[in-house]
């Protein structure tokens, strides 16, 4: 859309300023006497239209060129891939916090004296040790040999142990694996994967497809940790699962130092993987028997009994811990008559650092989200210094620690800066500069998460603002309840669902270099993220001057 020279060079006016600047008229009348002269009316030129001010500060400030600038830094080798707790991650808050001072962002964190842009906290690293065994039936298994782990070692000495069995380690419904079972203080063996009728579809599917049990064993150690399981050991029977390929391909990442909370409760169970063959010897079954067991599961939809005599072992798998310290970088921007009602406007900043030796840059995840956010903000604090501020405050929120679970955003929300119950809503950017599969050679879209959870209000703000600004394809897909990946659980906006707060989540979808070294600044596609962080931007805008706050009118799962 082209503008007016008369509304480009505005552009640094006061809206009052430029609806009310005066026409100015010029009459000729010639040969007549003042006397004889016949009335003519005057034409009037018409008012010039109210200024577009979202757009134009979009168009000016949120560019391909802008985009690139940052992630070319932030996505580079030099800061080593971001890691929470490390040299790159440090760096990364150094430039974010930075550029906040640039665009003359209040720098909030007033208990940090020494860079109040930084709200730091301490967490714990622990690191897996080599040399970890695992005794059964008078035999020795290997650490990343027969067995490996992800989560914090409650075996740091050689412990006895009497596992318990409990099928899939599923609960949906009826169809319950720890229906009389106490696993408190236990550790379980689980079966990966889910039930399967003989056709080959999941038995506890609504539609055929497969359902968070059979796809991600998080939730699986997620509800043992809710049952008071110790730990969970995992085996994959199926007929295709090849343990010593999948051992040798994730060695590099199992022995990647974890970053957790040092007080941690609750989240996830410490998980164990074992090769079919030593689960055999642990289960005191064979792998005939086993399969015989998930036929049954699948044909009675239901649990069934086995005659399973899970054996006694002992295991040592010890890791080396240590103090770490990280921060989220925050930049505020004070509203003007709404000032005390905050939008938070998020994306986290950390990926996985160094793995192997190869430097995993996160140029989408997300370096993508960081430098869309840098630039709404950027086109925020222009529009407040020419005069046009938002009526609300806006938090600028680069969190640390997504990676490793969400953990920035939970410091956060449990350590807010500002009210919780003054905040309006959470706009989070999570991967925004590429193209997945499902949208391959379609229209520009982006998938939108989590919009209509808990305010209708707020979805309708977010597809007015698209109507009016970008009609990017609006992807609602991932708000399914049933989709397994269960993406809105996954990122940073979930931390202020979970306390009730308005949120939109905005994401491109996974592609083949998702968390892989691949995931590099030249397959960023900058023109869809462009028109995606603009997308935000909109949005952003009528959320922080419209009359009223989305009100939290829903609650869907």
Request: charged letters at 20%; hydrophobic letters at 40%.
């Amino acid at each position: 859309m082209k503008y007016s020279l008369l509304l480009l060079a505005g552009l640094a006016l006061p809206a009052t300023a430029l609806a009310q600047r005066p026409v100015k008229i010029k009459t000729k009348v010639k040969n007549v006497p003042p006397a004889a002269a016949p009335a003519k009316p005057l034409k009037v030129a018409p008012a010039a239209p109210a200024a577009d001010y979202a757009t134009l500060y979009a168009e000016r400030y949120i560019t391909q060129d802008k985009l690139r600038r940052d992630l070319t830094i932030l996505a580079s080798d030099e800061y080593e891939g971001r890691e929470t707790g490390t040299k790159g991650q440090k760096m990364a808050a150094a430039y974010i916090s930075q550029q906040f001072k640039l665009d003359s962002l209040v720098a909030p964190v007033t208990s940090n004296k020494e860079n109040p842009y930084l709200q730091p906290f301490s967490l714990e690293r622990s690191a897996w040790q080599p040399g970890g065994t695992l005794t059964v039936g008078g035999k020795s298994y290997k650490w990343l040999e027969d067995f490996y782990a992800f989560g914090r070692s409650p075996f740091q000495q050689a412990t006895a142990v009497q596992p318990v069995f409990v099928g899939y380690g599923i609960e949906q419904g009826a169809y319950s694996d720890y229906k009389g079972v106490d696993v408190k203080g236990k550790d379980l063996i689980v079966l990966l994967g889910e039930p399967h009728t003989p056709e080959g579809g999941p038995v506890l599917s609504p539609d055929g497809n497969a359902t968070k049990w059979g796809v991600d064993f998080r939730a699986k150690a997620a509800l043992a940790a809710q049952k008071g399981a110790r730990s969970v050991f995992f085996v994959d029977y199926s007929p295709n699962s090849n343990f010593a390929k999948l051992m040798g391909r994730l060695a590099p990442r199992v022995m990647q130092p974890i970053i957790a909370p040092a007080e941690a409760s609750g989240g996830r169970a410490p998980s164990f993987f074992v090769s079919p063959a030593l689960a055999d010897k642990m289960l005191g079954t064979s792998a005939a028997a086993v399969a015989a067991y998930e036929k049954e599961a699948a044909a009675a939809k239901a649990p069934v009994a086995n005659k399973f005599k899970p054996v006694r072992f002992t295991i040592s798998a010890p890791q080396e811990r240590s103090a770490v310290g990280t921060e989220n970088v925050l930049g505020f921007l004070p509203g003007t008559d709404k000032k005390d009602e905050i939008l938070v406007v998020s994306a986290h900043y950390d990926h996985l650092g160094i793995i192997g030796g190869e430097v995993y840059n996160g140029a989408d995840d997300d370096g993508s989200g960081t430098t869309g956010m840098l630039a709404i903000a950027e086109a925020f604090t222009k529009a407040a210094h020419a005069g046009h501020g938002p009526r609300r405050s806006i938090l600028f929120l680069a969190n640390t620690g997504e990676e490793k679970g969400l953990l920035g955003s939970q410091y956060y929300t449990d350590h807010p800066v500002f009210p919780l119950a003054n905040t309006i809503t959470d706009l989070n950017i999570d991967m925004i500069g590429r193209t997945d599969a499902a949208h391959e050679g379609k229209a520009d879209y982006v998938y939108v998460i989590g919009s209509d959870k808990l305010s209708s209000q707020l979805h309708a703000v977010l597809e007015r603002a698209n109507q009016q600004h970008g009609n990017l394809a609006l992807d609602y897909r991932f708000n399914d309840p049933n989709d397994p990946n269960r993406f809105y659980y996954r990122s940073d906006h979930y931390n202020f669902a979970v306390h009730k707060i308005p949120v939109a989540f905005f994401f491109n979808g996974v592609h083949a270099d998702y968390h892989e070294a691949s995931d590099e600044v030249d397959k960023i596609e900058f023109g869809k993220m462009e028109a995606r962080a603009r997308l935000v931007f909109y949005t952003a805008w009528e959320l922080a001057n419209r009359e009223e706050r989305p009100i939290v009118d829903s609650n869907k799962p």
